[in-house]
């Protein structure tokens, strides 16, 4: 068992597991022996400082989806329904998003770190991670803000919370992978609803949007667009971006995996 440090509020812990509070306390991480008969070492050692993030990703996403299904099945008008969840959930999901990144960027670090490639920085980590950057920045800075809505598009907030429903699939594809279980049919089994789910509630949900937008205005869907406000349009552009980037990279995951032995790779 490693020793107690004593600025470390978790180090008690220790005496149980020292794997226990690693993930927490970066601190204890030069002390800590490995854990061979602990199935989640791989997840909590101090070269792997993602799974505290997962864990955290995954009970936001059941509880935005969750929060979001509530909101949208409740609106039966599109635009001036309101639920008290649209204007209760946001201040919750506002410093999550910030954190997330937060985390994001110390991952990053460490990463960095371990590999030796120097300290890095916060260029590097926008370069590599712009586009969740951007998702989160949208998601603070266009969704949840009251003043935009003033008491207006519940059923639309509703309908963007439950994009997070792909999020726990994503974490555990993560885990399976950093617990060397990628070749199993469970990840097989989780691929394939993760490329279902994000291809329902991510891909296919800014169409749907505009469809539900069109059928309250009585309007076509090509001719959504044209009726609404440019920077409407560019909010949603800038939304659906990431995720068809994303979907594609999914896509690819997806090929790598299930291909026949022997077929020749996908072109990049």
């Keep these: 068992m490693s020793p107690d440090v004593p600025c470390c509020p978790l180090s008690p812990l220790c005496h149980l597991c020292p794997h226990v509070c690693v993930s927490l306390c970066p601190s204890l991480s030069p002390c800590l022996p490995c854990c061979p008969w602990c199935p989640l070492s791989p997840l909590l050692s101090p070269a792997v400082p993602v799974s505290p993030l997962l864990l ?109 429903l792909s999020t726990p699939l994503v974490c555990l594809g993560k885990v399976l992978i950093l617990l060397h279980l990628q070749h199993t049919t469970l990840h097989k089994l989780n691929a394939v609803a993760l490329l279902l789910t994000f291809l329902l509630c991510r891909v296919l949900l ?40 994303w979907f594609g990279l999914i896509c690819r995951g997806a090929w790598r995996l299930f291909r026949p032995a022997g077929s020749p790779p996908r072109p990049p």
């Design 206 to 245: 800014f169409p749907y949007l505009y469809w539900a937008y069109g059928r309250h205005r009585g309007l076509a869907l090509l001719r959504v667009p044209s009726a609404l406000p440019v920077a409407y349009n560019m909010a949603a552009v800038a939304m659906a971006a990431p995720q068809l980037y």
């Design 56 to 164: 955290v990703s995954s009970v936001q996403a059941v509880m935005a989806s969750t929060a979001g299904y509530i909101i949208s099945s409740s609106c039966q008008h599109v635009i001036d329904d309101q639920h008290w969840l649209a204007a209760a959930y946001p201040p919750f999901a506002v410093p999550y998003f910030v954190y997330d990144v937060y985390a994001m960027y110390l991952c990053h670090l460490q990463r960095a770190q371990v590999k030796g490639h120097g300290p890095g920085g916060a260029r590097a980590f926008l370069r590599h991670e712009r586009l969740m950057v951007l998702h989160h920045g949208a998601m603070v800075l266009v969704c949840f803000p009251v003043v935009w809505r003033q008491g207006k598009g519940d059923f639309f907030l509703g309908c963007l919370l439950m994009a997070e």
